[in-house]
Every structure is written in C-alpha cells, then in structure tokens.
C-alpha cells in the first residue's frame, strides 16, 4: 500500500504522544504538517535529529525546535511514589501508551520499559505522587530514543485508542438498551387517570429525549449546551 505523506511524516515522529507540538497525539501533527498546518520544529523529544529526519521528507529547512513547544532533553520516565498513591486512577487514564498498571483505590506503578516520559501523567495526580526522572544521561532527543522503542509506543497507542473506542461503543450500546428498555416499561404502564396519563407521557419524553441526544453524540453531532 502507497503511503501517504502523513503516513512518511509519521514515521520520521517519535511516537511519545506527549502533545508538545500542541496536538492531542503523533498522528494529528503528522497530518497538520502534511496540510502546511504546523511547522516540523514542535517536536522537543525528537529535538533537531528529529527535526532533520522531518526535513528530509517534506523538504523543508532544517530550524531550531521552536522554545514554545519546548526543549530538546535528555528522556525521562515517570515514577510513582507508591506511600502516597491513593489509587484514583487518573494517571492511568492519562497515560497515553498503558505505562501504568493499577487499580481504583489500588496502588499504580509505572512501567519504565513502556513509559515514553511524556509525563501527561504528572498534573492530573491530586496528591503529587509523580515526579519525572531523567534516565539517558547527556542523551537527547533521537539519541535518547530509538526506532524500536517509538515503533512499540505507536503500536501500543493505537491499541490503547482502539480499546477506548471499543469500550465507548460497548458502553453506548449498553445505554441505549437500557433506555428502550425504560421505554417499554413505561409504554406498558397502565394511566387510569388524566394525571397518570401525563406523567406518561412526561416519562417517555424524557427517555425519547436522552435517546436522541445519544443518537447524536454517537453521529458526532452533539446537540448544543442550553443557555
């Protein structure tokens, strides 16, 4: 299969989902640069290295990583202070490469071997159990990486956003289920009076509502917050 240019631009990106370049992910930057929406300098863990490998495919300049985004460094790998977790699974959640085992009200750990020190996982902790540690000395950017370990954190990215998508799909089904299900009880409800007759109908307008917003939402039309 002939891929694309985002597909190449992606390829040349070290695969931490970090969101430094300002996008919720590789793939998104890889598709704004391939649209001359982003510049190929908003890469700080591939520092200039990565910033070259980009030029080399689109066929810009090379620049300096632009200081917005932030610095090229040395990697660093997150690490939990396991006396004061209190296991509310925020960092997990965070996490965009499933670096963190764990459960609610469990103590989590962090999987040196998978975790791309993106440190997504940082601010979200209540109790300030996660720190950054440095972990390749003088290395930075690409000399602190390597292709396989961006191919296995890519891979293991698209898998976490499939699960996520899959879930959520599971999840809405099971919803909308319960709410037909809700819809039958009520259409089954004998009303012997005009009052009981309203409350019917308040009932199943309601679940008919709640049904459509669903509809929706799963079509990526939300309908709009009320004032």
Known sequence: ??????????DQLPQTQCTKCGYPAC??????IARDEAEINQ???????????????????VIPINPANGIERPRAVAFIDESLCIGC????????????????????????????????????CPVDCISMVPVTGDR????????????????????????????????????AAKALEKMRAVTAEVSNTPEELAEKERKRAIIAAAMERARLKAAGNPPPDKE
């Open 1 to 10: 299969m002939t891929k694309t240019l985002a597909d190449l631009i992606e």
């Open 89 to 124: 699974t925020l960092c997990i959640q965070a996490c965009p490469v499933d670096a963190i085992t764990g459960a609610a009200k469990q103590m989590h750990t962090i999987l040196p071997s998978l975790c791309t020190g993106c440190d997504l996982c940082v601010a979200p």
């Open 27 to 32: 793939r998104p930057y890889a598709e704004a």
């Open 140 to 175: 930075t950017g690409w000399a602190a990486w390597s292709q396989e370990a961006a191919d296995a954190a890519r891979s293991r990215h698209d898998f976490r956003t499939e699960r996520l998508r899959r879930e959520k799909e599971e999840n809405d089904a099971r919803l």
């Open 43 to 61: 890469c700080p863990p591939g520092g200039i290295e990565g910033v070259r490998r980009l030029s080399s495919v689109t066929g810009r300049p």
